[in-house]
């Protein structure tokens, strides 16, 4: 799995790091029941400090895309996928609303209105 980042994006770099796990993740590139990279290793392969890359994997791990086993390492969770894959189209959903200046108040019915159909 390549993991990239530009250290000159506006993006924080702990953001692109798990954005990076998620890309593998939707694209089968990094399967469940994969281990990720060791936070020191990626860190040290990446010149970021262990912290930011720990902040990317604790961002994947709330997101319910990997498990972080102490002394183990991360690993990539069944289901992730397809879980990687909606939150993408959220976030879609979300930057789309907020292009059109709505509001969550005016977003959260229309999606219980598609959840309830």
């Known amino acids: 799995m390549l993991i990239r980042i530009d250290q000159s994006a506006a993006v924080p770099l702990f953001e692109q790091v798990a954005a990076s796990v998620r890309r593998a ?9 994969e ?12 010149e970021l ?5 720990l902040r990317g994997y604790q961002l994947l791990r ?3 895309l990997i498990e972080l086993r102490r002394g183990r390492g991360a690993v990539v969770v069944a289901g ?6 909606l939150q993408q189209a959220v976030r879609d959903l ?5 292009r059109l200046g709505l ?15």
């Open 25 to 33: 993740i939707a694209d089968g590139s990094a399967a469940p029941g």
């Open 35 to 46: 281990r990720l990279p060791g936070a020191r290793d990626l860190a040290t392969s990446l």
């Open 49 to 53: 400090n262990v912290h930011t890359v």
């Open 62 to 64: 709330d997101e319910g």
């Open 80 to 85: 992730a996928r397809d879980r990687g894959r």
């Open 94 to 98: 979300v930057a789309e609303a907020r």
């Open 103 to 117: 509001s969550t108040a005016d977003v959260v019915p229309l999606v219980e209105k598609e959840m309830s159909t």
